[in-house]
């Protein structure tokens, strides 16, 4: 398995809730090093967007020019929150950002709901279309309607690895 990077989520304001998700990311990083896979934690503002132009053409005529923003990383990530809490997220979520929805389950305050969370995945988010080779980068996106909802997803992350 290639080494990647956790991103985290921006902290929220409770103090207990900070801890216990600090907790957790220590332990899934403990976790993922035991398992041969060099983490890093950073915060979703220290992980850029790029704009990508990708031009079109069939039998050496133009379909056209169409600007994507894709994910601007050299690893595969873990994400952490939802559309409303990690801007990361809400560019995967993002209409016509990419080629195709990267992502099956739009995350955010009222879906999945209180106390819920979604594991998913999310492939080829350095580039704006499924890249079968070994420059792209999938991630694994773990959030919850809420901060308890984020925390169960975490939780059953670590379990599930």
Same mark, same amino acid.
């Given at each position: ?5 956790? $991103? +985290? ?10 801890? *216990? ?10 976790? *993922? ?9 950073? +915060?979703?503002? /220290? ?15 133009? *379909?056209? @020019? ?15 929150? +939802? ?20 992502? *099956? ?15 998913? $995945?999310? /492939?080829?988010? +350095? ?5 079968? @080779? ?15 909802? @984020? ?7 670590? /379990?599930?690895?």
């Amino acid at each position: 398995m290639r080494a990647g990077r956790k $991103v +985290n989520n921006d902290r929220p304001d409770n103090p207990l809730v900070k801890r *216990l998700i600090g907790y957790i990311e220590e332990h899934l990083q403990a976790l *993922l090093k035991q398992r041969g896979v060099s983490t890093r934690l950073l +915060n979703a503002s /220290e992980v850029s967007i790029a704009s990508t132009n990708v031009s079109l053409s069939e039998s050496g005529c133009s *379909l056209g @020019t169409f600007q994507y923003s894709v994910i601007n990383t050299t690893n595969n990530l873990v994400i952490v929150g +939802n559309v409303r809490n990690n801007k990361l997220i809400a560019n995967l979520c993002q209409k016509d950002a990419y080629t195709y929805d990267k992502i *099956l389950e739009d995350v955010d305050d009222q879906y999945p709901g209180k106390a819920r969370g979604v594991i998913q $995945v999310a /492939e080829s988010i +350095n580039k704006p279309y499924f890249c079968p @080779t070994d420059r792209v980068r999938d991630a694994i996106l773990v959030g919850g309607s809420d901060e308890e909802g @984020t925390i169960r997803a975490l939780a059953k992350l670590m /379990e599930l690895l």
